[in-house]
């Protein structure tokens, strides 16, 4: 059963971490990827590869007079919550009230209004000390599901399906070893995002800064005009980023800069943002006004007690898809099949999707079923996962070449 997988799945530690020098940054990527290859060994797809990078490939024959489509989900789930000991609970028929997860923790109605919409479903939830995993495991499930339904139903049509689970996505890092040789498709689906009637195929532009702040440690005592208090210059760099382009601020179009962490003392001091918009020439803007901050602050203290490094992650994947809008049809149409109401969606985020639609594969994101994403208000419905088995089911029968 799909709700199975994704229980079997939630319990690996796959966390990943921006400050890790190996690839994949974690190890529990690797325990998970193990446990993944051998259950596509166990459904007899071929070309089961778990490759030197931590990427897990298979392949399923399928009729030639269909078009070759691919799936892909990720690993790793995001840093920003732990994934150690996660220990998930279904919630049948929910009645539509605050769920409370722990003695501490409860998801509100008033500050998840979204669970309105799930009255009367099925929920997996967190037990309010680590987030559940749905981001991405519930993509893997959906695609371990339809993979199995098709082995066991050899009378369901449908074309050659390659499936990969990659690391490392939450961390921008999801195709840095992607195998394009080995992953041959017409076009392909990442499984990542949340509602089954919610297509993607926009997406911010990504950066990111590395802030830097060289101080002057000096004695307390003797410290008059000769210390710079490195903590007190990024307190200073914040205040002048623009107030209102933070998350909590923005939506839709809406780019932002968000503050990941900080850490430091008097003599050094390091922040990490990243960068946001849909639009290529605001987010450009939003990097150039890192670097007036920087040279403000170097003016003004003398030497170079601030520096900058930017780096470009990810690109909107809007402007591959004019003209080539068959993947997107494809997923329209099944949802007419299925019943479901197509919704274009704007993602505030990315996914891998989008650095393999620049990488020449035509890749929208489509639903898993689940919500709140990167904290212990997580959940995942139930039904929402098996529509999307249904939906890709349908989706890969209608694809005829």
Same mark, same amino acid.
């Given at each position: 059963?799909l709700k199975d997988k994704l229980l079997d799945y939630v319990k690996y530690d796959t966390g990943s971490r921006e400050d890790s020098n190996t690839f994949p940054s974690t190890p529990g990527q690797w325990d998970l990827a193990r446990h993944l290859c051998e259950q596509l060994k166990e459904l007899g797809l071929e070309n089961v590869v778990l490759d030197?990078?931590?990427?897990?490939?298979?392949?399923?024959?399928?009729?030639?007079?269909?078009?070759?489509?691919?799936?892909?989900?990720?690993?790793?789930?995001?840093?920003?919550?732990?994934?150690?000991?996660?220990?998930?609970?279904?919630?049948?028929?929910?009645?539509?009230?605050?769920?409370?997860?722990?003695?501490? /923790?409860? @998801? @509100?109605?008033?500050?998840?209004?979204?669970?309105?919409?799930?009255?009367?479903?099925?929920?997996?939830?967190?037990?309010?000390?680590?987030?559940?995993?749905?981001?991405?495991?519930?993509? %893997?499930?959906?695609?371990?599901?339809?993979?199995?339904?098709?082995?066991?139903?050899?009378?369901?049509?449908?074309?050659?399906?390659?499936?990969?689970?990659?690391?490392?996505?939450?961390?921008?890092?999801?195709?840095?070893?992607?195998?394009?040789?080995?992953?041959?498709?017409?076009?392909?689906? @990442?499984?990542?995002?949340?509602?089954?009637?919610?297509?993607?195929?926009?997406?911010?532009?990504?950066?990111?800064?590395?802030?830097?702040?060289?101080?002057?440690?000096?004695?307390?005592?003797?410290?008059?005009?000769?210390?710079?208090?490195?903590?007190? /210059?990024?307190?200073?760099?914040?205040?002048?980023?623009?107030?209102?382009? /933070?998350?909590?601020?923005?939506?839709?179009?809406?780019?932002?800069?968000?503050?990941?962490?900080?850490?430091?003392?008097?003599?050094?001091?390091?922040?990490?943002?990243?960068?946001?918009?849909?639009?290529?020439?605001?987010?450009?803007?939003?990097?150039?006004?890192?670097?007036? %901050?920087?040279?403000?602050?170097?003016?003004?203290?003398?030497?170079?007690?601030?520096?900058?490094?930017?780096?470009?992650?990810?690109?909107?994947?809007?402007?591959?898809?004019?003209?080539?809008?068959?993947?997107?049809?494809?997923?329209?149409?099944?949802?007419?099949?299925?019943?479901?109401?197509?919704?274009?969606?704007? %993602?505030?985020?990315?996914?891998?999707?989008?650095?393999?639609?620049?990488?020449? %594969?035509?890749?929208?994101?489509?639903?898993?079923?689940?919500?709140?994403?990167?904290?212990?208000?997580?959940?995942?419905?139930?039904?929402?996962?098996?529509?999307?088995?249904?939906?890709?089911?349908?989706?890969?029968?209608?694809?005829?070449?």
């Amino acid at each position: 059963m799909l709700k199975d997988k994704l229980l079997d799945y939630v319990k690996y530690d796959t966390g990943s971490r921006e400050d890790s020098n190996t690839f994949p940054s974690t190890p529990g990527q690797w325990d998970l990827a193990r446990h993944l290859c051998e259950q596509l060994k166990e459904l007899g797809l071929e070309n089961v590869v778990l490759d030197e990078y931590c990427y897990v490939y298979g392949y399923l024959p399928g009729d030639p007079n269909y078009l070759t489509i691919g799936f892909n989900a990720h690993m790793d789930t995001s840093e920003q919550a732990s994934s150690v000991n996660v220990n998930p609970r279904m919630i049948e028929n929910y009645d539509g009230k605050d769920i409370v997860l722990s003695d501490t /923790v409860t @998801t @509100t109605i008033e500050r998840f209004p979204n669970l309105k919409d799930y009255v009367g479903k099925n929920l997996m939830v967190t037990d309010g000390n680590t987030l559940l995993g749905a981001d991405d495991k519930a993509g %893997i499930a959906v695609i371990m599901e339809v993979l199995e339904t098709l082995v066991n139903h050899p009378e369901i049509k449908h074309g050659p399906v390659w499936v990969c689970f990659s690391p490392d996505e939450e961390i921008g890092m999801g195709t840095a070893h992607f195998n394009y040789d080995l992953f041959k498709v017409d076009f392909a689906y @990442t499984l990542d995002g949340d509602k089954p009637e919610n297509v993607e195929y926009e997406n911010f532009n990504a950066a990111s800064a590395v802030v830097r702040i060289n101080g002057i440690s000096v004695h307390p005592g003797s410290a008059k005009d000769k210390m710079v208090n490195a903590l007190q /210059v990024a307190h200073e760099f914040h205040g002048m980023m623009d107030p209102d382009a /933070v998350p909590e601020k923005t939506e839709g179009y809406e780019g932002f800069n968000l503050l990941l962490g900080m850490t430091g003392e008097v003599g050094s001091a390091k922040m990490q943002y990243i960068i946001r918009n849909h639009d290529l020439d605001l987010l450009n803007k939003q990097k150039h006004d890192f670097e007036i %901050i920087r040279d403000r602050l170097n003016e003004k203290y003398g030497y170079e007690v601030v520096q900058v490094e930017l780096k470009d992650s990810y690109r909107n994947m809007k402007e591959k898809f004019i003209g080539h809008e068959e993947p997107i049809d494809l997923v329209k149409e099944a949802m007419k099949e299925v019943g479901l109401t197509f919704h274009a969606v704007a %993602i505030r985020g990315g996914t891998d999707g989008a650095s393999l639609t620049w990488n020449g %594969i035509l890749c929208p994101n489509i639903g898993t079923g689940g919500q709140n994403f990167h904290g212990v208000h997580e959940f995942w419905c139930e039904q929402d996962g098996e529509k999307m088995v249904e939906l890709v089911l349908k989706l890969l029968e209608l694809a005829k070449k």
